[in-house]
């Protein structure tokens, strides 16, 4: 009997590992693909929608599924999430308009947060304490490989076929994963998909996540994105309309995402559940905002290449396998609270190293930085999610797994954001001062995150 769960969890890990590997593969290759699908399908004023819509659907479906995740188990939302990101792969690939299109990237935005909760808590019931972050381990790598990888086999299959087949080609992915992970759930015992649901200590029952509040927060977040975009269009008219949208996306988010977060912290555990929450929020929405600009930086101020500019970041994914691996270590005698803490410093410094790169031209130092910075990622990311599945108890596992990725989602998407505003102020003043202040504003809000996560309590989960 013991060693058929044994046999079940490697599979299920194996599966597991191969889906989170196509979500991944699917959103890397996106960026190198649509230009291609851009220029074609004509409406390039909805280029920027085509990622907005996927992060709008999964940030909905992030909440609905932890909703399910908790009281049905885990399975339910892993096979919704899988029929929607399938179909949505398969609209997408067969799109002859950009609107098809985006209809596909929200769908498949909707498979992805089903998908995400689904494996975050079928790893809390399934896996204990001292075998999750050698999973997690696994999980960052397969998200990193495609980072390696996924933007030259889109580019060979865009040029060799169409950009239609880098959606095409997922979905063997996706069919893997059932038949690899598929029966190793089935074999899993009920208790591993579900989880010991006693009542908390309070007596009360687990209070589920409100729908409205995920509706209005996913609304709001594409009425910043709107109004980001709306911008640099002249006019008082506009300028009045962007106002008004801004000012209610803002009441919107600051009503919906306090009913997103987990309800109460543990008892005596100083920032509870809401420290690891922010801590990831602000360092990963800081690393992407920079990432998301330091391949232009070094196109326009150093005349790099796009490959070239974005081996910079290839090496930032070398640091995060690395962080990821070391943060699974049985040899590291860190509690999970100190390895979390050490992960975002790890990010602060290396992005304090970038923001001499377009002060000083020493371009060399934008390796050191990634590779540093990409480091505290692999750390960090593992981290959080093994502190909140931790201090989660087990009816709850699925609210608050959800509210660790919508509150990383809202980080990524308010801090590029912020990091594209700081660009549009000064790029026409000068294009140093640009960069070298978005860094140092990016460089700050991670700062921030360090705070948060030395508020984590104290957590062990290795001897």
């Known amino acids: 009997m013991e060693s058929t769960l044994v046999a079940s969890k490697r599979g299920l890990a194996v599966g597991l590992c191969t889906g989170v590997l196509a979500i991944a593969f699917e959103g890397m290759s996106v960026s190198t693909a649509m230009p291609e699908a851009a220029r074609e399908l004509g409406r390039v004023d909805l280029y920027a929608w085509i990622f907005s819509l996927f992060t709008i659907g999964m940030l909905f479906a992030t909440v609905v599924g932890g909703r399910i995740a908790d009281r049905h188990g885990p399975v339910a939302p892993l096979l919704a999430g899988l029929a929607a990101f399938t179909a949505g792969l398969l609209v997408a690939g067969f799109a002859p308009t950009m609107e098809v299109l985006l209809a596909g990237r929200l769908l498949q935005g909707l498979g992805s947060g089903s998908l995400n909760v689904g494996y975050a808590v079928l790893l809390a019931h399934a896996f204990d304490a001292t075998e999750r972050p050698r999973v997690m381990s696994w999980f960052s790598t397969a998200w990193v490989v495609p980072s390696l990888v996924g933007p030259p086999i889109a580019a060979f299959v865009t040029r060799l076929l169409s950009w239609h087949w880098v959606f095409f080609s997922v979905v063997p992915l996706l069919v893997l994963a059932v038949v690899v992970g598929g029966p190793a759930v089935a074999r899993l015992p009920r208790s591993s998909l579900v989880g010991d649901h006693d009542p908390p200590a309070s007596g009360m029952p687990p209070r589920p996540v ?77 690393f992407f905002g ?12 150093y005349g790099w290449s796009l490959i070239a500019a974005g081996a910079t970041l290839t090496i930032g994914s070398v640091g995060w396998t690395t962080g990821a691996w070391v943060q699974s270590h049985r040899g590291l005698r860190l509690r999970r609270d100190q390895v979390l803490l ?21 371009v060399w130092l934008s390796a050191v930085g990634w590779l540093v910075g990409g480091f505290g990622m692999g750390m960090c990311m593992a981290s959080t999610a093994l502190v909140v599945m931790i201090l989660s108890p087990p009816a709850e596992q699925g609210r608050n797994n959800a509210a660790l990725q919508v509150g990383e989602a809202l980080g990524n998407s308010l801090l590029v954001g912020l990091a594209g505003t700081v660009y549009a102020w000064f790029a026409a003043t000068s294009l140093p001062v640009a960069y070298g202040l978005l860094l140092v504003t990016m460089t700050a809000f991670s700062l921030l995150g360090v705070m948060s996560a030395a508020r984590v309590t104290p957590v062990r989960d290795r001897g």
Do not use: E, K, Y
């Open 290 to 301: 920079a990432s998301s600009f330091f391949p232009l930086l070094m196109v326009q101020l």
């Open 342 to 362: 050490l992960g975002t410093g790890a990010v602060v410094a290396g992005l304090a190293v970038l923001v001499a790169v377009p002060w000083t031209g020493w």
């Open 210 to 286: 409100p729908v409205w509040a995920a509706v209005v927060a996913a609304l709001a977040t594409a009425g910043l994105q709107w109004v980001g975009q709306s911008l640099a269009q002249p006019g008082l008219a506009a300028t009045a309309t962007v106002a008004i949208a801004a000012t209610v996306s803002v009441i919107g988010l600051g009503i919906a995402v306090p009913a997103l977060m987990p309800r109460r912290g543990t008892p005596g555990a100083g920032g509870g559940l809401l420290a690891p929450i922010l801590a990831r929020a602000l360092v990963a929405g800081a």
